[in-house]
């Protein structure tokens, strides 16, 4: 009789767990245990942060687990093999969508849930936080009549959102949008979305093939993992299809050289990759407690743009905040109220790197030169690197400048050039 109380009590810490994170805007909740101790981290605007464990949770930690994995439909039983599920419920009328993955530790088992919201997701480019210039250029891309528009970053960056945002711009009853998806992770009203299933051979090879001969105007490839999935979709944006897809590289210019790298013709890819977008998310400052202030000299990166700090007017990025509306001049830091949990930061944006395909680019790709030089042209041409746009981000007073360190690396020879593993 005594078991039923306790059932009732490790329910009720499994739900308030689920609610706390779903209720904090948090997008994965991390559980580990270790011995006699669980730790729980909520992954909210990017950041890792350690939740307080009650007595009641250590105590019951082993059942915590055990009923995570039950709500799941996993085998509790199974402690040798990862295993991955799904959890659906509903938080205040919303539908909650939560992916699961556990996986052995020495201890005992490690679980990481990826929460989808899938009410609070809306897919508006105006939401992506790209200044007007970059906004103006990806708005004229996503109509392209064919052509390859490739978004890069690594995992967590917001490269899907950005690819959801352009399909949902252009969803139109006489456009004809298929996606190539692993996973589908929210449904999008009028589009065809198919499930990459590698498990009964359904990979994006063998699905890109099928795809292509049900007439589509747009063509969403969730990632170019491998030299033919390449090869088909160059094929598509050459035969007159408009082709949206993602790699993993470190800048926008390591996009060519990777796809080069996999034994791609260079003639390929200059005449059919019309842009790269390289992307990542900086928290916002709370705009309810950041405070202005004048940091010393020695407290700013020595590539930090001081002329525009200082009123000078020989920035590239002193010419993108203007008409913008940005209050020039100002930097802030994050303080931290009751509106942001004492965090100082409230949701995440994106900082970009544009690297449309000119002549000059198309010329460097063909003689397979170097990412760097690619990247040195096109800063020449007037490209804003992720660096610089993520300055002109402090200077407009929407992140701090301990944001644009955590996310970009400085502008040099070599850096940010090479493809991530």
Not at 154 to 179: D, E, M, Q
Request: aromatic share 4%.
């Amino acid at each position: 009789m005594a078991k039923e109380p306790q059932d009732s009590l490790v329910v009720q810490l499994v739900n308030g767990i689920l609610i706390d994170a779903i209720q904090s805007r948090t997008s994965d909740i991390h559980v580990t245990t270790d011995e006699q101790e669980i730790s729980i981290r909520y992954r909210t605007d990017g950041v890792l942060i350690p939740q307080h464990i009650s007595p009641e949770m250590r105590e019951h930690s082993v059942m915590v687990v055990s009923r995570l994995k039950v709500m799941a439909n996993l085998d509790i039983a199974e402690r040798r093999l990862p295993q991955d599920g799904r959890i659906a419920i509903k938080v205040g009328g919303r539908d909650i969508d939560i992916r699961v993955s556990c996986i052995p530790s020495l201890y005992g088992d490690g679980i990481v849930m990826r929460i989808l919201d899938k009410s609070s997701m809306k897919f508006s480019l105006r939401g992506l936080g790209m200044s007007p210039i970059n906004y103006e250029t990806f708005s004229n891309l996503i109509r392209l009549p064919h052509g390859l528009v490739l978004i890069t970053g690594p995992t967590g960056s917001g490269k899907t959102t950005t690819l959801y945002s352009a399909l949902a711009t252009i969803n139109k009853p006489g456009i004809k949008i298929i996606t190539a998806e692993d996973p589908v992770e929210y449904r999008l009203e009028g589009i065809s979305q198919i499930q990459i299933n590698e498990k009964i051979g359904l990979n994006f090879v063998s699905l890109l093939r099928r795809i292509l001969r049900h007439d589509p105007d747009v063509v969403l490839i969730g990632e170019m993992r491998d030299t033919e999935t390449v090869e088909i979709g160059l094929q598509a944006a050459m035969t007159g299809h408009l082709v949206f897809s993602t790699l993993h590289t470190n800048d926008a210019a390591g996009a060519y050289t990777r796809l080069l790298s996999q034994g791609v013709e260079p003639f390929l890819v200059s005449s059919c990759v019309d842009a790269v977008i390289a992307q990542r998310l900086v928290r916002n400052l709370c705009q309810h407690c950041k405070v202005a202030y004048d940091p010393d000299s020695d407290e700013l990166p020595s590539d930090f743009p001081l002329e525009t700090l200082q009123g000078g007017q020989h920035s590239v990025i002193r010419n993108v905040l203007k008409g913008s509306g940005a209050p020039e001049g100002k930097i802030y830091r994050a303080a931290g109220c009751p509106h942001c949990r004492n965090v100082g930061y409230k949701g995440r944006s994106g900082v970009y790197e544009f690297l449309v395909s000119s002549e000059r680019i198309r010329e460097l790709v063909e003689r397979n030169t170097t990412a760097w030089e690619i990247k040195r042209t096109a800063i020449e041409e007037g490209m804003l690197t992720l660096r610089m746009d993520g300055w002109r981000k402090v200077l407009a007073g929407e992140t701090t400048v301990e944001e644009v360190l955590r996310v970009t690396r400085a502008d040099s020879a070599g850096a940010e050039t090479s493809a991530s593993p």
